[in-house]
């Protein structure tokens, strides 16, 4: 009999082969399995499992929730609606929400926020409309599974304990803090970050970074002064990198108009850019620089392999001592509007001139040549 189970393992598969049926391997295997099948499958689709059998349809409400709004095939004025029915109807786990269609309230957000937080929600993504600016509600503030965020067009919650102790990859984008003080309590609220991006943040002149975990920091300034003043917030002047062990990407993204930055710690610093004119003052280590000149020049970030500039056209005594802040570079990225290929004379010059080894990477010349070996 020992031998027969062996032989036969899945009786119901050797019985459907006897029979020249297809087997049902679907219908032997575990709720679980079956449960993350459903969780992998677009919305829509994993919707219309529940018309093949009763066990489908105990399922779905049971399978871990991938909730976005471009995926449901309803109309933008109902995703609301649809969303809400969705939350009411899952009982377990969340992994990811998206808002990227609908035009939810702050009591609809309020609402989904509760459902999440109890569902232990892993990610989070909100494109707001650039119309109006929405208030979190405080029950943002009570996620605690949460380990991506992107939050764009809204401004972040005044009031409460700020902890969310397992996020690691944080992106603010048009969005305003209620201080500068809220700002920072956000990021020491963060044990975990890794990554973080301020795209064009309000309410904070100055930010101090002070992290153990921060691996990667983006920062986009792009509006001028007058269009800050027509907003009616403060935008970010100046980063200050006190102290960041673990950073190894520092990006800046406008040539016309930037926060100063002074990284004054950060000893595994390997990718710096994009820097150009629009940044007003940039202190590195004891190196310092304003709109591009050099006012004290210094070899002390020996750990920056990737260099990355912005120029409006190309200057060789900007490149040349930015070359001599940085001995070990391996990657020079040179950003310049289209020109001809004299660009390619001036790189190379630069480089024979201070006897570095490194591979300059150009971008908008019209040479046809991307990397030029030095």
Not at 60 to 66: E, V
Request: charged residues 20%.
């Amino acid at each position: 009999m020992a031998d027969n189970a062996l032989a036969n393992p899945i009786p119901s598969v050797a019985a459907a082969h006897d029979d020249d049926e297809d087997p049902d391997l679907i219908s032997l295997l575990p709720d679980c399995i079956l449960a993350t099948i459903l969780s992998l499958l677009p919305l829509p689709a994993a919707g219309r499992t529940q018309i093949l059998s009763h066990r489908w349809r105990r399922l779905w409400p049971s399978a871990p929730l991938h909730l976005l709004d471009s995926h449901l095939p309803v109309p933008t004025s109902s995703l609301c609606v649809a969303m809400s029915r969705i939350l009411a109807s899952h009982c377990v786990s969340a992994v990811r929400f998206h808002i990227l269609l609908a035009r939810p309230s702050a009591s609809d957000l309020d609402s989904w926020f509760r459902s999440l937080a109890a569902k232990s929600l892993q990610e989070l993504v909100l494109r707001l409309p650039s119309d109006d600016t929405l208030r979190l509600p405080p029950s943002f503030l009570s996620f605690r599974s949460l380990s991506t965020a992107e939050l764009t067009n809204c401004r972040l919650p005044e009031d409460g304990e700020v902890y969310f102790p397992h996020l690691g990859e944080l992106t603010l984008r048009l969005a305003i803090a209620p201080s500068a003080a809220a700002l920072h309590g956000l990021l020491i609220g963060c044990p975990k970050l890794g990554s973080l991006s301020l795209d064009r943040v309000f309410g904070c002149r100055t930010l101090r970074v002070r992290s153990w975990s921060l691996r990667s920091l983006t920062v986009s300034v792009s509006l001028t002064p007058w269009r800050v003043q027509e907003r009616g917030a403060i935008e970010l002047e100046h980063l200050v990198v006190e102290d960041a062990p673990a950073l190894e990407r520092l990006l800046a993204h406008d040539i016309n108009w930037g926060p100063s930055i002074n990284v004054a710690r950060a000893p595994r610093l390997q990718m710096l850019g994009y820097l150009g004119i629009g940044i007003p003052e940039l202190q590195l280590g004891s190196a310092l620089f304003r709109s591009m000149c050099a006012v004290r020049l210094a070899a002390d970030l020996r750990s920056v392999r990737t260099l990355a500039l912005e120029m409006s056209d190309p200057q060789l005594k900007f490149v040349a001592d930015f070359l001599m802040c940085f001995p070990c570079l391996e990657t020079l990225h040179v950003t310049v509007p289209e020109i001809d290929c004299l660009f390619i004379y001036l790189v190379k010059a630069c480089a024979h001139e201070f006897c570095y080894c490194c591979v300059a990477v150009s971008h908008g010349y019209s040479s046809g040549h991307e990397n030029i070996e030095l």
